[in-house]
């Protein structure tokens, strides 16, 4: 043993401070160090993969929003198409009915007026009858007063009379 | 957001220009006060534990840091601490009755006996460790910190934290959850990481030619036994009843495992056979590169015995080649202390087998 390199051969003191140096080293690295980055690492794994599946929830959450927010436009579209429509629509139905109106407004004015012209003719015509009756009368007043004078002369006179009264009148 | 994936050159490049720097100081100077080089003493010398720790040998002035002595004396049982500068310069003087041996690998011996005295001097190898567990805890400690101080949603590390993130993870996942298996990887998890990252940092260390590093730890039995013999403890201790009953009652034809025991005693012979392999694996693979590289240094100091002619072509043979050694030492210093951590794991896992049939 001793004619062999010292390095051939176990020395105890050094196994001795060796096995003392790795029993420190091993209980600080074992307790301090190594789980705290490998659970570091575990957790900043399980954070990403929370995070990939936030992503994908998000994502999925995202389309069906887009989804529905492309629903809600066509549906307010088609909304505005109608309401549009049906306000034409009211506005027509405005309008005709103002038409309506007022052909009917009118037909009653031009009723009213007819009646009126009617009225009005009535009483011009009873006018008129009350003065041919009154030059009646009179030309009966004035034919009766000459038929009590000459038979020819009488109509002669009655013919003037109505002439005279005609052109008086 | 933060980049993730970290580039290791500029760190890798900055080891290597360090080692380029330091290449050549220290490893060279003990020859240089001899005439004759012996290359098997430097190389040796090297790689051995020492009670000092040698810097640099100038105007034939050894330059050491002395180290603590602890030794148990065998006349009274005392302990005795003193520092190895009393043995003198050249160590080789006498100090409350112990001195160094060179004959005896260089060890500490008591006078008037011929066993050695209980030794717990610090070495070289010793400070050696303790440096490179101060690394090690600054380095993890660290890290730990930055993930302490933030939360999951702030990101990954980027920069130094992050590459080690890499190399844990790497380590973790890869090599001991995928050998072991997810149920019970976690036993053995805090284990084999700090085996992984004290033999990196150790065998990277080891590299490094003059004072904070260049003791040869990993290259030292000792050291590579301990770790053996930890995995040996964990795999045995640990094995559950399917590992026992496959080792002495393999499912083989039952007339090679009675009346005559072949099977059991080959597998009973294969529990010891793992570990050792273990040992020796990374030991002699630890060893022969700083070997090769310490002889390729001597090569400089042969050639230029013979004149300086030869000497300047061939040492500058000499640098290309332990260029070469370095860079792959650093490639070799990664993956030993990779494959002692994979096939411990790998053993381990193999001592939890789950009932198959």
Not at chain 2, 268 to 276: C, V
Request: charged share 20%; glycine share 6%; with cysteine.
């Amino acid at each position: 043993m001793q004619n062999m390199p010292s390095i051939l051969t176990p020395d105890f003191g050094l196994l001795f401070w060796m096995l003392l140096a790795f029993l420190v080293v091993l209980f600080v690295l074992a307790k301090f160090a190594f789980p705290a980055i490998t659970s570091a690492v575990e957790e900043r794994k399980k954070f990403i993969d929370e995070s990939l599946k936030n992503a994908r929830e998000a994502n999925e959450k995202l389309a069906g929003i887009e989804a529905q927010s492309a629903a809600l436009l066509k549906e307010a579209r088609e909304q505005q198409a109608q309401i549009l429509k049906e306000a034409k629509q009211t506005g027509d139905n405005i309008i005709a009915e103002a038409r309506a109106k007022a052909q009917a407004e009118g037909a009653k004015d031009l009723a009213a007026a007819k009646k009126q012209i009617a009225v009005e003719k009535e009483n011009a015509l009873r006018e008129i009858r009350n003065q041919v009756a009154e030059l009646s009368l009179q030309i009966a007043e004035k034919v009766v007063r000459a038929n009590l004078g000459e038979d020819k002369e009488q109509q002669a006179y009655i013919e003037r009379l109505l002439a005279g009264e005609g052109t008086q009148s | 957001m933060r980049k993730t994936f970290v580039n290791p050159r500029p760190y890798l490049a900055m080891l290597l220009l360090g080692l380029l720097t330091l290449a050549g100081t220290s490893r060279v100077a003990a020859a240089e006060d001899k005439e004759m080089v012996d290359v098997k003493e430097v190389v040796l010398g090297h790689m051995s534990d020492a009670y000092d720790w040698h810097i640099t040998t100038w105007g034939g002035h050894h330059i050491s840091i002395p180290l603590p002595v602890i030794v148990r004396s065998q006349k009274d049982g005392a302990w005795h601490m003193f520092s190895s500068a009393r043995f003198g310069h050249h160590s080789d003087e006498v100090y409350e009755g112990f001195y160094i041996d060179p004959n005896r690998q260089g060890k500490v011996y008591e006078q008037g006996f011929d066993e050695r005295p209980w030794d717990l001097s610090i070495t070289k190898d010793v400070v050696q460790i303790w440096i490179n567990i101060l690394i090690l805890l600054a380095v993890f400690l660290g890290c730990a910190r930055w993930y302490k101080k933030r939360k999951p949603q702030d990101g990954a590390p980027g920069g130094f934290v992050g590459m080690m993130e890499v190399l844990v993870l790497a380590i973790n996942d890869d090599v001991i959850k995928a050998s072991i298996g997810e149920k019970h990887y976690r036993r053995y998890a805090p284990y084999l990481l700090t085996v992984f990252f004290f033999l990196l940092v150790t065998n990277l260390m080891g590299l490094v030619p003059i004072f904070p590093g260049g003791a040869n730890v990993t290259g030292n039995i000792t050291i590579t036994f301990l770790f053996a013999t930890i995995t040996f403890l964990f795999i045995n201790v640990f094995g559950n009843r399917e590992y026992w009953k496959e080792i002495f009652w393999p499912d083989v034809p039952v007339w090679m495992k009675c009346p005559a025991p072949i099977m059991p005693v080959i597998e009973l012979f294969g529990i010891f056979t793992k570990p050792f392999a273990l040992m020796v694996r990374l030991f002699a693979n630890m060893l022969a590169g700083h070997a090769i590289i310490l002889s390729l240094t001597c090569i400089i100091f042969i050639t230029f015995q013979v004149n300086a002619l030869v000497g300047t072509s061939l040492s500058a043979v000499s640098f290309v080649m332990i260029l070469f050694m370095d860079l792959l030492e650093l490639l070799v210093a990664f993956i030993q202390a990779y494959v002692f951590t994979m096939l411990s794991a790998v053993f381990i896992g193999m001592s939890l087998p789950e009932h198959h049939k």
